[in-house]
């Protein structure tokens, strides 16, 4: 057990519907990472939150958006739902967001768009 | 760009044999390398990683994995495979920038099968 959460651990959903995947991190850490793994493109960085900011984007789409809150945890909101969207979504936390650090991965959210 | 290649995305080996998972990256920066493990329907947990100092890194269940730079190699290594060690293996590489992020850049994958 990595001590960070997700829920739900399965989605199942419509195209056009929108979505939101919940992230706490391990008790301590103020980085909050959303990574997506699909079997055609892997596993993709999407956005890093430290302390409530946002630090760092990837290949995010615009339909996608996500926040840090006061208390650490995280939503990441899927809008516009695309069959292609239907991934795991990792969230995953470390304690300053630091390029040498260890990122701690939840379980994921299973999300299928039929 | 940086980037992060994994060969072979199967690997195959007999239960006792030597377990050699190879990963090659590509940066004009140094890089800090990690290897994670995911079993299936998991998260993804970390095996080992490099950041400075000792090249040759020891990680959790006998996994090793030796820094080279003038081959831009991180292989993973274990001496004998065990039947638990089945399971899926990233590669992953992070560099520092004037942003400091923390950003993983993560290979394809090698499923590690392992025969009785």
């Known amino acids: 057990d990595s001590g960070v959460t997700q829920t739900p651990k399965h989605l199942i959903t419509a195209t056009g519907q929108r979505v939101t995947l919940r992230c706490s991190p391990r008790?301590?850490?103020?980085?909050v990472y959303w990574y997506q793994q699909s079997l055609d493109q892997g596993l993709q960085f999407l956005i890093q939150?430290?302390?409530?900011?946002?630090?760092a984007k990837g290949n995010i789409l615009e339909r996608f958006s996500a926040q840090q809150f006061p208390d650490l945890h995280s939503e990441l909101n899927l809008s516009s739902l695309e069959l292609g969207d239907s991934a795991l979504y990792f969230c995953?936390?470390?304690?300053?967001?630091?390029?040498?650090?260890?990122?701690?991965f939840g379980p994921g959210t299973r999300l299928l768009v039929l | 760009a940086q980037s992060v290649t994994q060969l072979g995305s199967h690997v195959s080996v007999s239960e006792g044999a030597l377990v050699l998972l190879r990963c090659n990256y590509s940066?004009?920066?140094?890089?800090?390398l990690f290897w994670y493990v995911q079993y299936p329907n998991q998260g993804l947990q970390l095996l080992l990683k490099?950041?400075?100092?000792?090249?040759l890194v020891k990680g959790i269940n006998g996994f090793e994995a030796e820094f080279k730079k003038s081959e831009t190699s991180f292989h993973l290594t274990k001496p004998s495979a065990h039947m638990s060690d089945a399971a899926e293996y990233f590669c992953?590489?992070?560099?520092?920038?004037?942003?400091?992020?923390?950003?993983?850049?993560f290979g394809q994958g090698t499923t590690l099968q392992v025969k009785p």
């Open positions: 490099y950041t400075t100092g000792a090249t």
């Open positions: 008790s301590g850490d103020l980085s």
């Open positions: 939150y430290y302390n409530g900011e946002e630090r």
């Open positions: 995953a936390s470390s304690v300053l967001g630091r390029v040498s650090e260890t990122q701690y």
């Open positions: 992953a590489v992070t560099f520092d920038g004037s942003s400091n992020t923390g950003k993983l850049i």
């Open positions: 940066s004009s920066v140094p890089p800090y």
